[in-house]
Every structure is written in structure tokens, then in C-alpha cells.
């Protein structure tokens, strides 16, 4: 949806009383473009996820891609025959695979092992019961497994094939169990399938691109696609 078809809904919602002055569609575009408004998205992130926390005890990282207008490599591509990539902007996210409400989300382009204890301890610090957390071998990692343990959760992880089992003792146990229960290991692990509904369904109703240019605008747009996802969780 353009900006200035968003305007009916705005004036609908201040005809109802939820908002109480009009914007206009281009005050919320600049608004996209400030930093400050980073952290307040997020917030509202575990804010908009906090009302499902009774429903919610098993959990599932991952991590998605959004489309953006802007593309790399422009000289190479004109004057050197080189194919210009399209740029993306990267979600990390963690959701309950119960309501795939997205309890914390994190706009990098960093690896996703990296990111798990950083939305593991958002989702603890909204006061979600975690049980189980659940992900695919891009999270194996000894501090991750350590970190979800002290989080007093059971981390459901594939091993990767050339994993030996050598390790501390938890790294030897979580091994064990994927080596000799796979099959009560998996039924817990494939839960995890449901945030790759979540992804789409945030990317089927509020579009799997963003149109911002600046890369600021484009973690915001991203962070408010999320929230809207929650609300939608929600209803």
C-alpha cells in the first residue's frame, strides 16, 4: 500500500479515537529514518507478544531475508558487465511455536548463532516460560546449548556430521540423546517448522519487501512489520 493510500485507515483510526491527530504519510516515512525509533520498536515488539505468554513454552530462532529497492555494485554492473545484487535486510527472530507470535526480533546482518542468546534473554526478560528452544544446525554451538540449559530450557539443536561428541558434559549428553533417541529427539525438534510459518505469514500479509532506501528506515519498517504480525497473533 502507497503512503497516501494509507491516509483513509489513519483517518478511520482517528475517527475511532485510536490515534488523535492525522499524520501525514510522509511525517511516518522520516519517522522510519531515526535511529531513536529502533529501540522503541523493539520494545513494542515483547510488548505486542507479552499477552500470548500463557500460551507459549516451546521456542524456535531463525532467520529471514526482505527485499529492498537498493541495489550494489552499480559501476562493475555498468561499465564491467558485472550483475548487480539487490540488497536485503536481515531478521533475526524468535517465536513461541504455539500462537507464532514473535517474542523478540533483531535487525542484523550478523550470523544466527550469534543472535540467539541475545533474543533468548528478551524472551526470558518478558516473562515467557521457556521450556524447550528448538533450532536448526546454524545455532549448534557449546555457549548456545550452555545457554539455553541456564535459561532452564531444554535445547532441541541438530548435530552437524562431523560433530564427535567430545565436550563438556552437557555437549556430551545433548550428543548422546540426538545419537540414541532421534526419534523422541525430532518430535520435539520439527516444532521448529513453525517459524517458517511465522515468516510468512508476516511477509503474505504485510509484503516481503520494504521501501525505504536508508538502511535505519529499513530496520524500522521491518520492526513494525513485526509488530503488526503480533497484533495479528493476537486477534
Known sequence: MSGRRSQTDLRNCSERGHIGKVPAYNSIFRAFESPALTPILTALVEESAAPLRDLEWQFSPDSTGFTTSVYDNYFQAKHQGAKAKRRFVKLHAIIGTNTNVITSAIVSDAGDAP???????????????VAEVSGDKAYLSKANAQKIVDAGAIPYIPFKENSTGQGPALWRELFAFFMLKRPEFLAHYHRRSN??????????????????????AQANEVLAKVICHNLACIV
Open 115 to 129: 543472535m540467539l542468546p541475545l533474543l533468548l534473554d528478551a524472551t526470558v526478560a518478558a516473562g515467557f516460560n
Open 195 to 216: 517459524v517458517e510459518t511465522s515468516f510468512w505469514m508476516v511477509k503474505s500479509k504485510f509484503g516481503s519487501a520494504v521501501r525505504s532506501r536508508l538502511p535505519v
